[in-house]
């Protein structure tokens, strides 16, 4: 089951922090911890710079799970830029075009459980990732 | 938003108390070495125990910080990075390997002292 959909756009750089910020309000309403609170920040942090960057600008949008047996959060980032050529290329430890650290996408993917991507030069670029509240163990 | 800068004899001290955004931190990049050409500072420390994200960008910004100040001669030591910074920054494969890092203020100033008399 999905809920409380709440979505930030993503048009000049401050709403990075802005996306961050309110990603992390979220996460801890849901329950994660200082660490994992820490890890959605960063990650929505490079998914945020990522469209302000290469697509000028786009949305994220977040996603409570309230499932029976777990909790998470979905975080979707989407853009209409021109699309990411050669996503195995991206997906790699230090490729960057843009002078960064090339940590971006290998690095969220690292951060959350699950990652999704979908790109091409028409549509832009799509992006959904979870998070899972680690279960507690009795 | 500026961060202050503040000089003790030789040294700088930086506390960044904000969220950090790009604009700001390329700012501080600018202001940083300034004071260091303006006031001859041999030894910098940057704490960051009120940052709690650190992410690719401000890593790179932090480790460039650390490399340019080097070149004009003067030692940089970032200090107090959280635990969950710490996770964070090995999660996303950056390690910031070539930066001298210090538990908290006191440590940092005693790191710089022990570096700067080699």
């Known amino acids: 089951m999905m809920n409380f959909q709440s979505c930030v756009d993503i048009k000049k750089e401050w709403d990075i922090v802005g996306a961050r910020q309110l990603g992390r309000e979220r996460a801890k309403a849901i329950g994660f911890g200082t660490v994992d609170q820490a890890r959605i920040a960063t990650a929505i942090s490079e998914l945020a710079r990522n469209i302000y960057l290469y697509a000028g600008s786009g949305v994220i949008c977040f996603e409570t799970i309230d499932e029976i047996d777990r909790k998470g959060i979905c975080i979707i980032a989407e853009d209409n830029g021109p699309g990411i050529h050669d996503i195995s290329k991206v997906m790699e430890d230090g490729f960057s075009t843009s002078g960064g650290l090339g940590a971006g996408l290998p690095g969220v993917k690292r951060l959350m459980d699950q990652f999704d991507i979908v790109s091409d030069q028409e549509q832009g670029t799509k992006i959904r990732t979870v998070k899972w509240v680690p279960q507690r163990r009795f | ?118």
């Open chain 2, 1 to 118: 938003m500026r961060i202050p800068i503040l000089k003790l004899h030789n040294y700088l001290l930086i506390s960044i108390q904000i969220d950090l955004d790009d604009k700001t931190a390329i700012q501080f990049q600018e202001d940083l070495l300034n004071k260091i050409h303006s006031s001859g500072a041999t030894g910098v420390v940057i704490d960051l125990t009120s940052v709690d994200i650190i992410d690719s960008f401000i890593a790179k910004v932090l480790g460039d910080v650390v490399s340019m100040s080097d070149l004009m001669g003067a030692k940089v030591v970032l200090t107090g990075i959280q635990p969950a910074v710490a996770m964070t920054l090995i999660d996303l494969g950056i390690h910031l390997q070539d930066v001298p890092t210090a538990l908290d203020l006191e440590q940092g100033l005693i790191k710089l002292r022990q570096e700067l008399e080699d």
